[in-house]
């Protein structure tokens, strides 16, 4: 039983060692937890580095995190927050997503207090608030988070809209042009073999293919929201119970919503659900390992420090 247990380990090491990137879609109502879920990735062992694209204030619930020692001083190290000042008048949000996903043969500069990308390399050294973004310099190493799909999916609608007609009503080509942008990002999301992604968003109620109607992931058109979670190797809900929240991930957490998980994760077991749990995927759950994290001396960590000057 030993030997067995002893080779059990040695693939699963290998498995890690070898693992491609994982995709993973947080969703649920508002104020459920969703973005301090998404930041718990950073406490993976196997997590160097974390690009939070930030369209919704997301920074704010991370500060706060940090202050009441939910996110420790190495792990908020790890998160670079770029900030994405997105608006009706400005709908620049899917640009960057486009521009930064699509950067495989050479680099985008990212002002990280507005979310732009510059036109060129700066001339000089790289101002503190900009940084080099490369596609295909991630590895399984980092993690992208978007937060989130739902303020992106209004970003592309009203990007694909003419912003010189106020009364304008968006028809069939706009829609359709959001889906493509949507879609594209997405594909890389799926296919993406050397990195890591964790996309939140909100969720719609809506009828199933038999009738009866179910949560869904928020992302485009209402017929789009059927099919975003297939982008996805975990699908995440959140809510709220007996006033605490509430996470599942397995495929029989709900006949209402839609979650799973391909590598065998349930969250709703863990007395501390965290997302590191997908990538530290030698992870069982045990009475030791569910126990809440000891409190740091004092929360630190950069993403404090760069938010503070901005």
């Not at 990002?185 to 009866?212: M, R, S, W």
């Not at 997302?275 to 995927?281: E, I, Q, V």
């Amino acid at each position: 039983m030993t030997m067995l247990n002893e080779l059990a380990q040695a693939i699963a090491k290998a498995e890690v060692d070898v693992a491609s990137g994982h995709s993973i879609l947080v969703y649920g109502p508002p104020k459920s937890g969703k973005t301090a879920l998404a930041a718990t990735i950073a406490e993976s062992k196997h997590i160097d580095n974390v690009y939070m694209f930030d369209n919704e204030n997301s920074w704010e619930v991370l500060l706060w995190m940090i202050r009441e020692n939910k996110l420790t001083p190495e792990a908020a190290a790890k998160i670079n927050v770029i900030r994405i000042i997105d608006s009706k008048d400005d709908p620049y949000a899917i640009d960057t997503m486009i521009k930064c996903l699509n950067s495989i043969r050479s680099p985008v500069y990212l002002d990280t207090s507005d979310g732009r990308v510059l036109p060129k390399k700066p001339s000089t050294e790289l101002p503190e608030h900009v940084i080099e973004f490369q596609m295909s310099k991630l590895t399984k190493r980092d993690v992208i988070i978007t937060d989130s799909l739902s303020q992106l999916s209004a970003s592309a609608l009203t990007a694909a809209c003419p912003r010189n007609v106020s009364d304008f009503k968006p028809g069939w080509d706009e829609y359709g042009l959001q889906g493509k942008w949507l879609t594209d990002c997405l594909a890389i999301v799926q296919q993406a073999k050397y990195t890591n992604f964790v996309c939140v968003t909100h969720e719609i109620l809506l009828p199933d293919q038999d009738g009866v109607e179910r949560f869904f992931p928020v992302c485009g058109t209402k017929n789009f929201c059927y099919t975003v979670a297939k982008y996805f190797g975990t699908v995440v809900s959140t809510g709220t119970k007996m006033k605490k929240h509430v996470v599942g991930s397995s495929s029989v957490y709900s006949d209402k919503k839609l979650t799973g998980s391909r590598r065998g994760i349930s969250l709703e077991k863990m007395a501390v659900p965290s997302l590191a749990a997908l990538l530290d995927f030698e992870f069982e759950p045990s009475k030791e390992q569910n126990k809440p994290p000891a409190k740091p001396a004092r929360p630190s960590g950069n993403i404090l420090d760069s938010l503070r000057k901005k």
